[in-house]
């Protein structure tokens, strides 16, 4: 998702989950949460069993929800991908930026290389 508009740039979650716009928004509440009361930006949360793992790009934060804890080497992988993606999605993120057109990126492609890095 665009780090300052909170827009999703992609939504992947499996079929027993279909609230991306519950996510969005409760990602955006959350991080203007963290950084009111002194926080830098959101990394991680537990509550209810219901992990949400967090990593941040110069432009783009993604968050992961899990059913169990992250390991080290998924949070490694989390917090490489936004730069990674940075990196070669560069002009299509800073065109989303300025009009927030999600097209501009091919979900599948943009899925393939997320679902390669996370190994999942």
Do not use: W
């Not at 432009?59 to 936004?82: M, Q, V």
């Amino acid at each position: 998702m665009g780090r300052n508009s909170g827009t999703p740039i992609i939504n992947y979650s499996n079929e027993n989950f279909k609230e991306q716009a519950l996510v969005s928004g409760f990602l955006s509440a959350m991080d203007s949460f963290v950084s009111q009361i002194g926080g830098s930006k959101m990394q991680e949360i537990h509550y209810k069993g219901l992990y949400v793992q967090a990593a941040y790009g110069k432009s783009i934060k993604i968050a992961c929800f899990l059913f169990s804890p992250p390991d080290a080497i998924l949070k490694e992988r989390l917090n490489y991908l936004p730069h990674q993606l940075e990196t070669l999605y560069s002009e299509e993120i800073e065109m989303f930026q300025k009009n927030g057109d999600t097209n501009l990126f091919d979900q599948d492609e943009f899925l393939t290389i997320i679902k390669e890095i996370l190994d999942i």
